[in-house]
């Protein structure tokens, strides 16, 4: 079982930004590296993915305001989330996989490991 423990969640104003971070603790060998959220009323779904060749996947909406990238620790994965809109409140959970298949598509159940989640909530 790996420990996995979001931080960096917080409330801002629209237009501002954070940055996510899920230190693996150590851990490395993980095939597929993702960040999801869940918003008010809506089911969890996937808002970055990368896999271990680099490749990355955004939901739509997020697209050229977020960016997942590996941290100072070769297995870490932040997400930096700039241009923040309301509609980007939820709580956000980092998860790993190993299972085959594409990173990007893969179901959440799917997923191996999860953290608790961090809230993000976005004022207008």
């Known amino acids: 079982r790996v420990p996995l423990v979001e931080f960096g969640g917080g409330s801002v104003e629209a237009g501002g930004s954070l940055t996510l971070y899920c230190p693996t603790q150590?851990?490395?060998?993980?095939?597929?590296s993702g960040w999801f959220r869940r918003g008010p009323g809506k089911e969890r779904g996937k808002v970055a993915t990368v896999d271990d060749s680099g490749y990355s996947t955004y939901e739509d909406s997020v697209k050229g305001r977020f960016t997942i990238s590996q941290a100072h620790a070769k297995g870490d994965r932040n997400l930096q989330m700039n241009h923040l809109q309301p509609e980007d409140t939820g709580m956000y959970y980092c998860?790993?996989?190993?299972?085959?298949?594409?990173?990007?598509?893969?179901?959440?159940?799917?997923?191996?490991?999860w953290g608790q989640g961090t809230q993000v909530t976005v004022s207008s």
């Open positions: 998860a790993y996989g190993v299972f085959l298949g594409d990173c990007g598509t893969t179901a959440p159940s799917r997923w191996d490991y």
């Open positions: 150590g851990y490395e060998k993980f095939r597929c």
